[in-house]
Every structure is written in structure tokens, then in C-alpha cells.
């Protein structure tokens, strides 16, 4: 069982800057990736950022250039700076980790969301 506890998320206005952090506790043994999702009302989940453990990182065209997933292997830990923050981004904001048991058998995890609002 891995647990994941986000914090800062909140509300900003349009054109402000936000960082949230997500900590993997409990069944942590080879958690090999954790990113950051997000979910607005009425629309599809989608990948905001995601980092391996190697380092490499993945991001949505729509925050290219204004928001930097890290992380802190050893201490299960991701990172999301959010800078430039537009109204669209307006989101729950979801924590993610992954653990490979073997080669192709995964077990995924999910933080409980938080709320990002960008409002004037």
C-alpha cells in the first residue's frame, strides 16, 4: 500500500505561481515514476507532468515553458512549480505514483486531489 499527501494547492490570481508537493509513504519499494494530473468538471483527466526516477520528464504542450516537475528519489517526493498560472489551469490537481513489480506489472496509486483555482 503506498499512500501519497499533496500540499499548495489554492487559489492564485492570473498570472501567479503556485507549488505543490507530493509525498509517497508506506509500500514505497521500486516506485519508478510519480507525475501530476488534473481534472476539471465535465472534462477528461489529463497528464500535466510526469518524472522517472531516472530523471526524465514529460509534460502537456499547455504548460511547456511555464511549469518544472522535480523530484527527490530519495525521499519520494515530486515537485510541481507552477508559474504563469492562466484561468484554464483551473483544476483538481492529482498526485500519481508508480510501482513496478516486474517487467509490464504496474501498480498505480493516487493522491486524494487538490484544488487549483486561477481567478481574478
Known amino acids: 500500500q503506498v499512500q501519497l499527501v499533496e500540499s499548495g494547492g489554492g487559489l492564485v490570481q492570473p498570472g501567479g505561481s503556485l507549488r505543490l508537493s507530493c509525498a509517497a509513504s508506506?509500500?514505497?519499494?521500486?516506485?519508478?515514476?510519480m507525475g501530476w494530473y488534473r481534472q476539471a468538471p465535465g472534462k477528461q483527466r489529463e497528464l500535466v507532468a510526469a518524472?522517472?526516477?531516472?530523471?526524465?520528464?514529460n509534460y502537456a504542450d499547455s504548460v511547456k515553458g511555464r511549469f518544472t516537475i522535480s523530484g527527490d528519489n530519495a525521499k519520494n517526493t515530486v515537485y510541481l512549480q507552477m508559474n504563469s498560472l492562466k484561468p484554464e489551469d483551473t483544476a483538481v490537481y492529482y498526485c500519481?505514483?508508480?510501482?513496478?513489480?516486474?517487467?509490464?506489472?504496474?501498480?498505480?496509486?493516487w493522491g486524494q486531489g487538490t484544488q487549483v483555482t486561477v481567478s481574478s
Open positions: 500519481h505514483a508508480r510501482r513496478t513489480v516486474v517487467a509490464g506489472m504496474h501498480e498505480d496509486y
Open positions: 508506506g509500500s514505497i519499494f521500486r516506485l519508478n515514476a
Open positions: 518524472i522517472t526516477s531516472g530523471g526524465s520528464t
